[in-house]
Each structure stands twice: as C-alpha cells, then as structure tokens.
T-cell receptor, first 118, second 111 residues
Framework: GAVVSQHPSRVICKSGTSVKIECRSLDFQATTMFWYRQFPKQSLMLMATSNEGSKATYEQGVEKDKFLINHASLTLSTLTVTSAHPEDSSFYIC??????????????FGPGTRLTVT | LAKTTQPISMDSYEGQEVNITCSHNNIATNDYITWYQQFPSQGPRFIIQGYKTKVTNEVASLFIPADRKSSTLSLPRVSLSDTAVYYCLVGLSGGSYIPTFGRGTSLIVHP
C-alpha cells in the first residue's frame, strides 16, 4: 500500500524555538494532506487541511500563525510549530489520500512525530 | 460530518471473535464508513471500509445494516497483537472527505 513518512520521528526542543515537521507521500501524489495532534490517551484532533499550492484551512481554535503549514508540492507538506511551549508537546500525525487511485478511499497516515518542548 | 459513538473500551481473550459497534445515526446518503486501528505512538492504519451490507477482507469484516445508522467491525480470532484503539469514521469518500476521529474503542486482548 501507499506510504506516508514523517520526519523527524521524535524531536525535543527548548521553549521559544521553532520546529518543522515534514510529511511526505512516498509513492503517490496528494493535493490534500491533513495534520492532526494527539495528546496521551486522547483521540486524534484535526488541526488543519493542507492544500497544495494554496493556503491551509485551519480548524477552529488552532492558531494559524503558530502552526504554519506549507504544501509546496504534491508529495510534501510541512508543519512548523513556532515559538513552541511545553503545552505544544504532543504527537503530530499527518495523512494523505492517493488521488491516482480513483476508487480508493483509504487515507494513509504517517507514523507520527513526537514533539517534546522543554 | 456524521458524529460517531463507540464503546470506550472492550476486553477480550485470545482466539475469540470481537465485535465493535459504532453508531452513526445521522449518516448521509453518500457517506462511507471506515475503520482504523491505532497502536500507541503510531499513526492509524486502515482496516476496512464499506457502504452497505457486508465487506470482508483478510483482517476483518464490516457489517452494515440496511438503515446504515450503525456498523460493526468484526475481528475473528483476536490475538494479543490486536490490542489497540479502533476508530470508526463516517464521511464522504473522495476529494471532499475530511477524516475526523471520534473517541475510539480501546480493545485489550488478554492471554
């Protein structure tokens, strides 16, 4: 099946710094990717929809200036957590759908990125 | 998007069949039902998807009654490695589908 990768898998940063997380579709193209955040023992919370070549659509309550999303190509979306604080520590997951498979409805999820802000 | 309701947790034993039911009373005509599995510190993994009646693949079966207001994921002969959180998602498949997760069901399989 299709593969979505994320980099890095784990990152520890100091409070006030920025962290960039990459999401790549390795063997398919995706005009839309989704970014989620998951806190311990909780479900995935959709943060934003990343659209190739246009601005991302953010969910209510998600600060677009803090969580910068760039979808510069059909295989890459990046999430930058700016001026990170300890409360931003979480598990960040991206997903994408293979547009090349007309009858496929699967969303492929990345392995996640564990962000720890100290 | 249709809201889903699942049991928060379930327990089972190795070798048993496990059925997890999801309620989605306000499912729309064009909505598909998709189930995902998630292990700790991993991204969700697609299990199965269906629209109506029954769908079966190599890992699970999905039963959807005629009114489509609920669905049941059936895992045959579970093993310890099936311990995970299972999510039911409902939405229109295709370019406009935004996968939104509910609380999920935490399945624990005991020896």
């Amino acid at each position: 099946g299709a593969v979505v990768s994320q980099h890095p898998s784990r990152v520890i940063c100091k409070s006030g710094t920025s962290v960039k997380i990459e999401c790549r579709s390795l063997d398919f193209q995706a005009t839309t990717m989704f970014w989620y955040r998951q806190f311990p023992k909780q479900s995935l919370m959709l943060m934003a929809t990343s659209n190739e070549g246009s601005k991302a659509t953010y969910e209510q309550g998600v600060e677009k200036d803090k969580f910068l999303i760039n979808h510069a190509s059909l295989t890459l979306s990046t999430l930058t957590v700016t001026s990170a604080h300890p409360e931003d520590s979480s598990f960040y997951i991206c997903s994408a759908r293979d547009l090349g498979l007309a009858h496929s409805y699967e969303q492929y999820f990345g392995p996640g990125t564990r962000l720890t802000v100290t | 998007l249709a809201k889903t309701t699942q049991p928060i947790s379930m327990d089972s034993y190795e070798g048993q069949e496990v059925n997890i039911t999801c309620s989605h009373n306000n499912i729309a005509t064009n909505d598909y039902i998709t189930w995902y599995q998630q292990f700790p510190s991993q991204g969700p993994r697609f299990i199965i998807q269906g629209y109506k009646t029954k769908v079966t693949n190599e890992v699970a079966s999905l039963f959807i009654p005629a009114d489509r207001k609920s669905s049941t994921l059936s895992l045959p002969r579970v093993s310890l490695s099936d311990t995970a959180v299972y999510y039911c998602l409902v939405g229109l498949s295709g370019g406009s589908y935004i996968p939104t997760f509910g609380r999920g069901t935490s399945l624990i399989v005991h020896p």
